[in-house]
């Protein structure tokens, strides 16, 4: 299993799944990353958090725990 927190800068991936339930699922599927779509990793900071991402016009930041449960291909 990959997920998000191992995808390279500049790397596209695609959400295969998401683990886990409760609020903190609920909260990353509200961001509008759900199963199928493109995440565009633009940058990590420097000590490793957050993540920023594009995806579907939008620019997110994420924190790398929460991108730990999100399982791309």
């Not at 957050?50 to 791309?72: F, H, Q, T």
Request: without cysteine; aromatic residues 2%.
């Amino acid at each position: 299993m990959r997920t998000l927190r191992e995808a390279a800068v500049g790397e596209t991936v695609k959400v295969k799944k998401i683990h886990g339930d409760g609020p903190v699922k609920r909260r990353i599927m509200d961001m509008g990353i759900t199963k199928g779509v493109e995440i565009f990793v633009r940058k990590v900071a420097p000590l490793g958090d957050p993540m920023e991402l594009n995806l579907r016009n939008y620019e997110l930041s994420v924190r790398k725990a929460d991108a730990e449960i999100i399982e791309v291909e």
